[in-house]
């Protein structure tokens, strides 16, 4: 069911001004655990609902994403098609039952949005690394060859977070020479991938007691070489849309936002301005 679209539906998409930035869509289909109570933060193996659906729940569901939100003028769209991700993929096959049934699901998605009047579908998941613990207190934990992502049916991957593939418990500095090895790796995939940059990573805002795994030294200098990689991957891509992933722009409770703070005002925007900005108008 709907859950957390308030800042979406009622706040951006009723901005006067909402025309200046398009936007697409992650489905966090993750289990939904209590992250939101700190009180019941000690509580790991509850889980409010199951973030699998059946296909009559995943019909039900795409289809009012087909209607609410792909219509949308400032949808973003690669090739006239809509943009649509889906955070965790052994989920979604889980709920489904199998990857038989996946496809066969992927492609009644793409028909419905065929079948709504639009040029089809991309549909893009989030690469996670078989390598790396659950730091966030909500994912599976479960990861799939890349290759099979090419067989339900996807037509791109991006990352979410950087740590989904590397140790983020040291400084950030030390984790860029890791996030360029990431993007040789991923640069030799069947299927387009799109560079990603993590702004932070603390998430013991959500937990009563410490919680391991901290990104360091998160400055404005160190995010703005974490964006000019990530730009000089997508400009050898030349064939590519400029897309570039940001996490995020306000997840507080995990410490990654580009939303000015106390701490380093403007900084973080200031950063993205420089780098894709007043670059590109000189």
């Known amino acids: 069911r709907p859950f957390l679209e308030n800042c979406l539906n009622d ?3 009723k901005a006067k001004n909402r025309d200046r930035m398009k936007f697409y869509l992650m489905w966090a289909n993750h289990d939904a655990m209590t992250l939101w109570d700190k009180r019941n933060s000690h509580d790991t193996e509850t889980v409010v609902w199951d973030g699998g659906v059946n296909r009559a729940e995943f019909e039900r569901a795409m289809s ?4 609410k939100y792909f219509t949308q003028p400032n949808y973003y769209t690669i090739g006239g098609k809509p943009v649509f991700m889906i955070y965790d993929v052994p989920k979604l096959v889980q709920g489904l039952g199998g990857a038989e049934n996946t496809r066969a699901a992927i492609e009644w998605f793409r028909s419905a949005c065929v079948k709504a009047g639009l040029p089809g579908l991309h549909l893009q998941f989030t690469m996670w690394s078989p390598d790396v ?3 966030s207190g909500c994912d599976g934990g479960k990861d799939m060859p890349a290759e ?3 067989d339900l049916g996807f037509d791109s991957c991006s990352h979410y977070q950087y740590v989904h593939f590397t140790d983020i418990d040291r400084d950030y500095g030390d984790v860029l020479p890791d996030v360029q090895h990431e993007y040789e790796k991923l640069d030799k995939l069947p299927f387009p991938y799109f560079p990603h940059v993590s702004l932070g990573w603390d998430n013991n805002p959500r937990f009563n007691g410490f919680r391991p795994g901290i990104l360091r030294d ?6 703005e070489r974490a964006l000019r990689m990530a730009k000089a991957y997508a400009d050898v891509h030349p064939d590519q849309p400029p897309l570039i992933t940001v996490n995020s722009w306000n997840e507080w409770t995990e410490t990654s936002y580009l939303e000015p703070d106390d701490l380093y005002g403007y900084g973080y925007l ?13």
Not at 64 to 67: A, G, K, L, Q
Not at 218 to 223: A, D, G, L, S, V
């Open 11 to 13: 706040g951006f998409l």
């Open 64 to 67: 009012r994403v087909i209607e």
């Open 133 to 135: 613990t659950n730091l």
């Open 148 to 150: 099979k992502f090419c």
């Open 218 to 223: 998160c400055t404005p200098e160190n995010i």
């Open 270 to 282: 200031e950063a993205v301005r420089r780098v894709f900005v007043e670059e590109e108008a000189e």
